[in-house]
């Protein structure tokens, strides 16, 4: 109940104007939001990789009302892309269609989706598209599709699937047979029954199985290990803090004999430093999500929604 309320509260307006009103609000989403300028998350970028992290780079911001937001929102992207070449650092992006424009227009969301994807392959970087909630599933894949069709590869533009919908074992097998890289998360949005697990055990082991779907596709394959400057990730990428599920994926890849360099944990900024040190000491391959902006609310929100535990550091800071 708390969680459906929180996520509740991340879509709505008046909550955003209240909380974003109080000036203690940032201080604690900062824990969570890398800053709100380019240059500030460039910074955090750096340090991440001076101690073996890779990243991916998300500038916050969904949902835009009006063209002009959508095209603005593009130029960010290509600004963000521009500033890791420009500072060769080890770091891809990662974009919601909706802040590209899906939900106005799909014409003008593809136009910009294409113009990301020329400059990324013009670096030799990678674009994840993250999935939103389910009214946006079908046409993010239709677009994903329409890249393919366009002449992009899987080492330019990837997915993520989200463990807790009914359909995830189905798209994912079907994406896989075009190589797709995935970013297997469990889903951080409400949804109806009807088409997500509502318990916790039931999206656990959906995302085990998804995470021996990845692992088995990336041996049979010989899909490729990450590339060498560290942008262009395996096809699996485990993104989650939860050990289980990370203790999972490391017996199974040992179990079948996955070295490595083949699979990847993502992890949220701020969340779980501990284990993000620990994986690298291990010899895993780690890439820590790092968004940045002055639209930090609603992903705040979320995160909030997720573990109880960041929600008491919330309360205590009011």
């Given amino acids: 109940m708390l969680r459906s309320f929180l996520i509740y509260l991340s879509q709505a307006g008046w909550a955003q104007n209240m909380v974003t009103s109080w000036s203690f609000a940032w201080n604690v989403a900062s824990r969570f939001v890398a800053g709100e300028t380019n240059e500030e998350a460039m910074e955090v970028v750096k340090k991440l990789n001076e101690t073996g992290i890779n990243a991916t780079l998300d500038q916050l911001g969904e949902h835009t009302s009006i063209a002009e937001e959508a095209i603005n929102s593009t130029e960010q992207i290509l600004d963000i892309l521009d500033s890791i070449e420009k500072a060769d650092v080890r770091a891809s992006v990662s974009i919601k269609l909706t802040q590209i424009g899906m939900g106005l227009d799909a014409t003008i969301c593809r136009q910009n989706l294409r113009r990301i994807l020329e400059r990324a392959k013009e670096y030799g970087n990678f674009v994840r598209i993250d999935i939103e909630d389910t009214p946006y599933t079908d046409i993010t894949i239709e677009a994903y599709y329409e890249m393919l069709k366009a002449g992009f590869t899987p080492k330019t533009v990837g997915m993520a699937v989200q463990s807790y919908l009914y359909r995830a074992e189905d798209d994912t097998k079907k994406m896989l047979k075009d190589g797709t890289r995935f970013r297997l998360i469990k889903g951080a949005y409400k949804e109806p029954p009807e088409l997500a697990y509502p318990k916790k055990a039931d999206v656990d082991a959906n995302f ?9 596709a990336t041996l049979e394959n010989n899909f490729a290990k990450i590339s060498e400057d560290g942008r262009i990730p395996p096809v699996p990428a485990i993104g989650t803090q939860d050990d289980k ?9 040992k179990k079948i004999g996955l070295a490595k360099e083949f699979f990847e944990f993502q992890m949220l900024y701020g969340i779980r ?10 010899g895993y391959q780690v890439r820590v999500y790092v968004p ?11 995160r909030l929604a997720e573990r109880p535990a960041n929600l008491w550091f919330f309360i205590s800071n009011f």
Wanted: aromatic share 18%; glycine share 2%.
């Fill in 273 to 282: 430093r501990d284990l993000q040190r620990q994986l690298v000491e291990e």
């Fill in 208 to 216: 085990d199985l998804l995470t021996k779907i990845l692992m088995d």
């Fill in 292 to 302: 940045f902006g002055t639209q930090w609310y609603p992903y705040f929100m979320r």
């Fill in 245 to 253: 599920r990370i203790d999972f994926a490391k017996q199974y890849a």
